[in-house]
């Protein structure tokens, strides 16, 4: 007999590896509060250009700073009030964060928000997300009342209809155990898997939910979530965006879209900021 909780483990470790969506430069990197001026400065006070604080919500195995190092500045410099909290952590594991249950994660974004606008005085926000954290924020827009409080929500790379991890997450029902593993160790991630339980509540009935401003920022290089145009929602008020499909030259992959992408930054602003919004192409990238 095969030695499956020898072969369990290994393949565990990689269905982990593969979804993370960054995985913190240094582990001092996190112990420093995210900057003051404009970044979860909560006396920060939107301007009438851009009334609505911006709340950024990390991806799994990552967390409040090291996602946002770019975003963060790029939308302070920007005029906006800027804010990101943790998320999803599970009990003995220190920096890594979105582990723990989605629909649990979207609770506490529920009560990040309700902190958010009670200091800001705005009565909405906006959401923006990587990986995970793009579609986390579907449940609490869907089931926890989010829709009266967020105008937009701009997912960057997320994994709205779950993922194959290019096919991995097929095999799972050869390793018979390995999916009460991941479910028992790192909720999070059996959530994320094409066709949970998660996934089928929350996307039952439609991908959106009136009132709120859907973005969808995609690259065909996504090696996490796959096939990458399964992140695309459909419904009304949904933009979906290729980034191929504006600067071919364009070669991030599913981490690097949501680290430093300008690119994909500048779609982020126009989305924020549809008004004010302007041609988004591989000259972006130096904007």
Known sequence: MLPWKRLLRPLAALLLTATVAVVPAAT?????????????????????????????????FANS???????????????YCVFSFDYGQLSGVPLFYGLGPIDKSAEQLKTFVDKVLAATGAPETDLVGHSQGGLMPRYY????????????????????????????????????????????STPALADQVVGSPFLTKLNEGGDTVPGVKYTV???????????????????????????????????SEHAAIGLFDRIAFHEVANALDPAHATATTCASALS
Request: net charge negative.
């Open 217 to 251: 920022l995609a690259t065909k290089y996504d090696e996490v979530v796959t096939p990458y145009r399964s992140q695309f929602l459909s419904g009304s008020g949904v933009h979906n965006v290729l980034l191929q499909d504006l600067c071919p030259l364009d070669l």
């Open 28 to 60: 001092a990197a996190h112990a420093a509060d995210a900057p003051s001026r404009g970044w979860n400065d909560y006396s920060c006070k939107p301007s009438a250009a851009h009334p609505r604080p911006v709340v950024l919500v990390h991806g799994t």
């Open 141 to 184: 827009l869907r089931f926890l009342g989010g829709a009266a409080k967020v105008n937009a929500l701009v997912g960057i790379a997320p994994d709205n209809h779950g993922t194959t991890l290019s096919g991995i997450t097929n095999l799972l029902p050869y390793f018979p155990g390995i999916q009460d593993l991941l479910t028992t």
């Open 65 to 79: 700073v090291d996602n946002w190092l770019a975003l963060a500045p790029y939308l302070e410099d920007r005029d």
